[in-house]
């Protein structure tokens, strides 16, 4: 292909097109001052999500919470959820993501608290950022979420669950915290059968083992709530299993 001479406009949409399909591109200057990110925001926004780039937002924000400045945090929060993606998170980057949410958790706006949950969910965490969320979890619901909803078993969560379980303080959540209590004991059981149920659906215990606790507990009761489980998680199994044995 023969070289084609661009007009200055023509140039800059063709730039950032390629920026935003190869963000790897994307020179470090834009990321090194406060106002050239705000600049470049847009471009920022619609590029592959990329570790780099995430952690230059990352430390930019960082550096205004620790110095105490005021910065665009909507607009800084939102690029950071739109640079995320799970498969690049390593300990440090989760470290730098927790620090962000538990600054800024107490923010009056619903939009910043909801964007910061989405930031650090699905991803594991420090013991200690663990510890933090337990010792803060009447602070927020997004902080019980994190708690309830933490990608695989913990032993600080499940003894934080037991005393929730004890103390009913977070009946509103009961299925979850028995879900939680379930990963490290499968023989727990619950008067409300009904909540049980709910509480193997949310658990991190293999399908197998789900599916053998969800006939256990079968009861005429639960047994509408046990089929939208099995709908949910296509357990189609038991679903063949329950109308094969029915007495019709």
């Known amino acids: 292909m023969n070289k084609m001479k661009l007009t200055p406009e023509q140039f800059i949409l063709l730039e950032n097109s390629f920026l935003r399909h190869f963000p790897t591109q994307i020179p470090d200057e834009i990321f090194q001052d406060y106002k050239t990110i705000l600049e470049y925001k847009d471009l920022i926004r619609y590029a592959k999500p990329d570790k780099r780039i995430l952690n230059h937002l990352l430390d930019t924000v960082i550096e205004k ?7 665009q945090k909507i607009t800084f929060i939102k690029l950071i959820r739109w640079q995320y993606d799970n498969s690049f998170i390593d300990s440090k980057t989760s470290d730098k ?11 009056v706006n619903e939009t910043i608290v909801w964007s910061l949950s989405v930031t650090i969910k699905d991803i594991e965490l420090s013991q200690e950022n663990i510890d933090w969320l337990i010792d803060n979890y009447e602070i927020s619901e997004h902080i019980q979420n994190r708690l309830l909803r933490y990608p695989k078993p913990n032993k600080a969560i499940t003894t934080w669950c037991n005393q929730r379980l004890k103390k009913k303080d977070l009946d509103n959540r009961l299925s979850e915290l028995i879900g939680l209590r379930l990963n490290f004991d499968t023989n727990f059981t619950y008067k409300d059968k009904t909540s049980l149920i709910w509480g193997i659906h949310y658990s991190k215990l293999s399908d197998k083992t789900k599916k053998e606790l969800l006939l256990k507990h079968l009861t005429p009761d639960n047994f509408e709530e046990l089929i939208k489980i099995c709908e949910k998680n296509n357990y189609i199994d038991i679903i063949s299993q329950l109308y094969n044995e029915i007495d019709k």
């Open 65 to 71: 919470i620790k110095s105490n400045q005021r910065f």
């Open 97 to 107: 993501l927790f620090f962000v949410f538990k600054s800024l958790i107490n923010e």
